[in-house]
């Protein structure tokens, strides 16, 4: 485990009793974990604007494989990013429905560009990419 250093922070009473109320809600351990968590996502955050930088995310999309060539065309597009598309999984929901996540790392734009067509794909219903970075990467 790295070194953790300590800082004081000052706030308005009442923001800090509001976050204090967010922090219980969302079962954070303690302030220091909070704001520890709130810093990395902001970081996380920079490096998917600046788009040039290694990160990693999973793409979660649903869609109906009744409609006709858009299994073929999803497939198609992750091999055409194979070195992008680290990992998949597929789980048939039920007749109509299928849910795939993607695994991926590469540059943000490249990974964005990716999650793009596909969301962007006529018959796929719903869909969400969380970003991270790379392990040890903050
Ligand atoms: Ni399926």
Redesign the pocket.
Known sequence: MKKLMRFGVSMEKDLLQRFDKWIAEHAWANRSEAIRDLVRQRLVEKEWQDGKKQVCATLTFVYD?HIPQLQEKLTHLQHDFAGVVVGAM?V?LDHHN?LEVLVMKGTAAKISQIADRILGSRGVKHGKLVGSLPAGGI
Request: charged residues 0%; proline residues 0%.
């Open positions: 494989h597929h048939h299928c």
